[in-house]
Each structure stands twice: as C-alpha cells, then as structure tokens.
C-alpha cells in the first residue's frame, strides 16, 4: 500500500481557507486515484473528494463549490483547497491511494496516515 503523509491543517476562522497537502511515497504516483476523507469527532470517515490519474474529479455535495483537489504528478503529491471554510467543515483529514476509483471511493483500506486536524471556530 502507499504510503502517505498529510499536512497543512490547522485553527481556522469561519469563511476562511486552507490548502492541505499529502505527498505519497510511490514511484507510479501518476498511475493512481488518489482521495482526500475526513473524520469529525464521533463520526465516521467520509469520502469528500477524489481526483482520478486522468485528472478527473468528485466531490461530496458537502463541500461542492468550496473545495478544489487537484495534484502533481512531478511532486507525488495531492492538494485539498479548502474555502469558506465552516465550523461543520472540522475534522482530521486524511488522504490515501489506490489504482481502482471504486476501491478508493470506498474508502476501506488497511492502513491510514496520521491526517492532519483541521478547525474552523472564531
């Protein structure tokens, strides 16, 4: 499995941003789907957005609008742009990888990074 590390959280004020990170460690990163998901406190993990090795996107209607995943291939990496951020929106985030869309959709996986905490609060 892929290993990857995720950064770039932190406290946020409503309508706020932040851009989260995750570099995976893979020498055919171009060669997978890759997801960010995230897990608020007493909930369980959601999918919020995929972004296909085409380059392809989806989003939870959650964050439809607000939230842009996009990567780079030459860096290994995936990025979360998160806007209008709201208190709702907290949560560790975490991202992970895999070569099938579906699978990664399903988000069932054996492993996991440490996420990264993102806080939206005044």
């Known amino acids: 499995q892929v290993q990857v590390v995720e950064s770039g959280g932190g406290l946020v004020q409503p309508g706020g941003s932040l851009r989260l990170s995750c570099a995976a460690s893979?020498?055919?990163?171009?060669?997978?789907?890759m997801g960010w998901y995230r897990q608020a406190p007493g909930k369980q993990r959601e999918l919020v957005a995929t972004?296909?090795?085409?380059?392809?996107?989806n989003y939870a209607d959650s964050v439809k609008g607000r939230f842009t995943i996009s990567r780079d291939n030459a860096k290994n990496t995936v990025y979360l742009q998160m806007n209008s951020l709201k208190p709702e929106d907290t949560a560790v985030y975490y991202c992970?990888?895999?070569?099938?869309?579906?699978?990664?959709?399903?988000?069932?996986?054996?492993?996991w990074g440490q996420g990264t905490q993102v806080t939206v609060s005044s």
């Open positions: 992970n990888a895999h070569k099938v869309l579906a699978a990664l959709m399903s988000g069932a996986f054996g492993s």
């Open positions: 893979t020498s055919i990163f171009r060669a997978y789907a």
């Open positions: 972004i296909t090795s085409g380059g392809s996107t």
